[in-house]
């Protein structure tokens, strides 16, 4: 039940973009395309997912018992720098399409501070390596699950006449926000 909680609080009760607002960028820059939000989504399951289980190995083996936690940060940061090159290099050789269409985006993960943060976060909250795990995937599930359904919003919207004012960003930040009231929603959820 403790795991349960675990990811359902990580997807949900804090999600990561709509309650923590971490990983904007490529939360607002993705979602115009349902296929390529998705696909940024399972990236980032990915990648979050295996970069919390090695910084939780490393952090717990290596960085803590000889006194150098000080270094989380930048070995965090060297970890999801290279598990998004594997990401780049896995997408340009399978699926240049799709690669083509996360351009930018996909090495903004690298930079992408809600990836940084779950790994931080885990350390904080002294979660141990399947808490960690388990975390990371729920915290990824959280972010696919809101840029999924941020651009399902934009398919609809960019179907309507809207007033000249709200269009483009505007309405997009607006739907964003609304998201945002709703998802805190769960907060009841927490036991």
């Given amino acids: 039940m403790e795991y349960l909680m675990i990811v359902i609080t990580a997807a949900l009760i804090n999600n990561v973009v709509l309650i923590q607002f971490l990983g904007i960028c490529s939360f607002l820059g993705v ?4 296929k390529a939000s998705a696909s940024l989504g399972a990236a980032v399951i990915f990648v979050i997912t295996i970069a919390s289980a090695v910084a ?6 290596v960085l803590d018992p000889f ?3 000080y270094m989380k940060t930048i070995v965090f940061i060297l970890i999801i720098a290279a598990l998004v090159q594997i990401v780049e290099m896995f997408l340009k050789k399978t699926s240049p399409a799709l690669y083509k269409a996360l351009g930018i985006y996909l090495p903004l993960i690298t930079t992408n501070c809600a990836v940084l943060g ?4 885990n350390v904080t909250n002294e979660y141990n ?8 995937f729920g915290t990824a599930v959280g972010y696919t699950i809101a840029i999924v359904l941020l651009a399902g919003l934009r398919s609809r919207i960019n179907e309507d006449d809207l007033p000249a004012p709200v269009k483009g960003a505007p309405i997009v930040l607006l739907c964003a926000a609304l998201m ?3 998802f805190m929603g769960f907060s009841g959820l927490s036991i």
Avoid at 118 to 121: D, F, G, Q, R, S
Wanted: glycine content about 8%; overall charge neutral; aromatic content about 10%.
């Fill in 129 to 136: 390596f399947a808490q960690s795990v388990l975390a990371g």
């Fill in 56 to 61: 939780s190995l490393l952090y717990n083996y």
């Fill in 180 to 182: 945002s009231i709703a």
């Fill in 118 to 121: 779950v790994a931080l976060t």
């Fill in 31 to 34: 979602s115009k395309n349902m």
């Fill in 67 to 69: 006194g150098l936690d």
